[in-house]
């Protein structure tokens, strides 16, 4: 079946470092990709999506770029701030009528100053 | 717009109570989802609406657990009788036409002693 796979958290930074949290997808179709983020106390967010291979999903200084040929979909920030720490959740779906997105189980993210 | 309107937001109660939590969509929108988020098993979808007919209840873990959405504007998800497993963060989602970007909710924490 489909399923997401990210890194293990937690990841621990600080302010101003580069950050990557890897993602990789197995998928029977061509999915949509997103991230998601989840900030304390409070529900998910689209943070960004890419719907076809090559495409970059961009929002508020992260980046993720489509990736078929290794099925993965990392999310970056050239430079982090405190107020991006949060848990970040990749996800998928599949094209046409599909409803269903699947999610990775998190990556918990704290920027420290 | 208020978003997701989720009650109540923390639920703390003895197995074998009933237990329901309740969600109010973002105005217009047609579709609606409740999610479980557990530390196991991350985020589940329990069952999906589309303008208020269920069209996936595969999620329900089993008939402990039942939805309905009555109209447009609001939808439950009770157990009955709960039990300590069911413990986690309930989300409920909703969206409008495209299915992959949906709006969360604030999630209700419930705790089944």
């Known amino acids: 079946g489909d399923s997401v796979t990210q890194m293990e958290g937690p990841v621990t930074l600080s302010e101003e470092a580069f950050l990557t949290i890897n993602c990789t997808y197995t998928a029977t179709g061509y999915p949509s990709l997103f991230w998601y983020v989840q900030y304390p106390g409070e529900g998910l967010q689209l943070l960004l999506k890419?719907?076809?291979?090559?495409d970059k999903g961009s929002n508020k200084g992260f980046e993720a770029t489509y990736r078929k040929e290794t099925t993965s979909f990392h999310l970056e920030k050239g430079s982090v701030q405190v107020s991006d720490s949060a848990v970040y959740f990749c996800a998928l779906i599949l094209g046409g009528s599909n409803y269903k997105l699947t999610f990775g189980k998190g990556t918990l993210l704290t920027v420290n100053p | 717009d208020a978003g997701v309107i989720q009650s109540p937001r923390h639920e703390v109660t003895e197995m074998g109570q009933e237990v329901t939590l309740r969600c109010k969509p973002i105005?217009?929108?047609?579709?609606l989802f409740w999610y479980r988020q557990t530390m196991m098993r991350g985020l589940e979808l329990l069952i999906y609406f589309n303008n208020n007919v269920p069209i996936d209840d595969s999620g329900m873990p089993e008939d402990r657990f039942s939805a309905k959405m009555p109209n447009a504007s609001f939808s439950t998800l009770k157990i009955q009788p709960s039990e300590p497993r069911d413990s986690a963060v309930y989300f409920c989602?909703?969206?409008?036409?495209?299915?992959?970007?949906?709006?969360f909710g604030p999630g209700t924490r419930l705790t089944v002693l």
């Open positions: 105005s217009g929108h047609n579709s």
């Open positions: 890419a719907t076809k291979a090559d």
């Open positions: 989602a909703s969206t409008a036409g495209t299915p992959d970007t949906q709006y």
